[in-house]
């Protein structure tokens, strides 16, 4: 099974006592444990470490850990800050991030003017606001195949249960979003 290690800020990672500069396609067994040392490259961030327990869906404030299919497993970390604020909301998708990201950010935030402005004239033809919220419904995040070509993405439900999907892109708009068995 492939590890796929994601994090929102700099940062290299000790796994199981090896140095990793980058941890976006490790190899694992869905039976081994896997200690991950997170070490960030700004001094405002903590260091820390997560255990991995074979295959199983984990999640708490710093990290978030989900099986997205038989052969990929998705780890997300955040910073670990000094100071500790309470639960502040994670800030929506920049400019710079994927069409789907900023689909699925607007669609949660619930602007889904925006996110609608986003599909192609033909897209938006076949579906209304509605449909494209009710799509995305039930789902808590999104996860990127950074890993892997043709623009798939998996939806995550708070369950932490994972669909795989892809979305073609046409003159820099979403033109179709295709779920996958």
């Not at 290299?12 to 070490?39: K, P, Q």
């Not at 990290?63 to 309470?86: E, F, M, Q, W």
């Not at 004239?121 to 890993?147: H, M, P, Q, V, Y």
């Amino acid at each position: 099974m492939e590890l796929h290690i994601k994090s929102d800020f700099d940062c290299v990672y000790m796994i199981n006592g090896d140095f990793y500069e980058r941890a976006d396609s490790l190899f694992m067994s869905e039976y081994d444990v896997v200690y991950i040392t997170v070490l960030p490259l700004r001094h405002t961030y903590l260091p820390y470490t997560v255990k991995l327990t074979g295959a199983d869906n984990i999640r708490d404030e710093l990290c978030n850990g989900v099986k997205l299919d038989p052969d990929n497993y998705l780890l997300t970390l955040s910073p670990r800050h000094i100071a500790v604020y309470g639960n502040a909301k994670r800030p929506n998708a920049t400019p710079s991030a994927s069409p789907i990201a900023r689909l699925f950010s607007y669609v949660k935030a619930g602007d889904i003017s925006a996110a609608y402005s986003m599909l192609t004239e033909s897209c938006r033809s076949s579906i209304d606001k509605n449909d494209l919220e009710a799509f995305f419904d039930g789902f808590e995040s999104l996860a990127e195949c950074t890993w892997d070509k043709g623009n798939k993405f998996y939806l995550i439900d708070k369950n932490g249960s994972a669909k795989l999907h892809s979305y073609t892109v046409k003159d820099e708009f979403i033109d179709d979003i295709i779920e996958h068995d």
